[in-house]
């Protein structure tokens, strides 16, 4: 029953957020939606996913939404309706064409068994991290790159917007004591991340919350000089241990057994100061 309302108000809430005339309502449709993901991944059992949306797509996007809405004149956009079908036509055409190749898949075969199978092989005891940073590193690089360009990207517009400012005593306070526990916690999900629920994505996205409210609060931190280098730490520390490895003759980003743990740990610590500099940055529009 439970799951049947949260997939219920799910859909509502992302029918609203595309079809809404008012911008401000479908944002808070769309925060709705984020949150609404998150608590459907906890059901799903995999609260690391759930983390991640519920930060980045209930938390910072809902603040970078507002932001970019601050002070500017949207003209309502009427657009017909087969262009918004299109879409979800196409992709439930391919979700029945995919249906019974999924369907026949052998159960030895599956991806959660030859995970499963390998994990004592990778360094870490999450299976989620020996996915994402061993069995298929590459595409975590890649993510790593398009966060990084993206955040370039921003700052290459150079757009200044107007901020929000709550420049409230209480808040300012709470704010101030509150951040150095979320920057502890967060760190903390981190280095969890290798052995059981957590990772650099969720505490680096947790931080970067945590640096926001400052933000808002008036006490933004300047990283001043030292910013570029945060930005692209997680790139080139990335990047440099799967070089090194190559060179050695173990190939790009093949980690050795015995330094498997030490070099996903170092991944995961660059990626979690850089992923919170980067949304930061993203936030703030500027270095």
Excluded: C
């Amino acid at each position: 029953m439970l799951d049947l309302l949260l997939g219920t108000l799910l859909l509502l809430s992302a029918l609203a957020s595309m079809h809404s005339r008012d911008t401000l309502r479908s944002g808070v449709f769309f925060l709705s939606f984020g949150l609404i993901s998150g608590l459907v991944w906890v059901r799903l059992s995999a609260p690391d996913v759930a983390m991640v949306e519920i930060i980045l797509g209930a938390g910072i996007t809902g603040v970078l939404i507002f932001k970019l809405m601050k002070g500017v004149n949207i003209k309502s956009v009427r657009v017909p309706a087969y262009r918004k079908l299109w879409a979800g036509v196409v992709s439930f055409l391919f979700f029945l064409w995919m249906l019974p190749y999924i369907r026949n898949i052998p159960v030895e075969v599956r991806v959660s068994a030859l995970v499963s199978e390998n994990l004592p092989l990778s360094g870490v005891e999450s299976p989620v991290t020996a996915v994402l940073l061993n069995f298929r590193g590459y595409d975590t690089l890649l993510e790593v790159g398009v966060i990084t360009l993206a955040t370039f990207g921003v700052l290459a517009i150079g757009t200044r917007r107007e901020v929000y400012l709550w420049k409230d005593p209480i808040l300012q306070s709470v704010s101030r004591h509150f951040f150095p526990l979320v920057a502890f916690f967060s760190l903390y999900i981190t280095y969890l991340g290798a052995f059981s629920v957590g990772g650099a994505f969720q505490g680096g996205a947790l931080l970067a919350g945590g640096l926001v409210l400052l933000a808002l609060s008036g006490q933004a931190i300047n990283f001043g000089r030292i910013s570029g280098l945060l930005l692209l730490l997680s790139l080139v520390i990335f990047l440099g241990i799967g070089t090194l490895y190559a060179i050695t003759g173990n190939g790009f980003l093949t980690f050795p057994i015995d330094l498997a743990t030490p070099s996903i740990i170092l991944i995961e610590l660059s990626i979690w100061l850089s992923t919170a500099v980067l949304l930061y940055t993203a936030y703030r529009g500027r270095l």
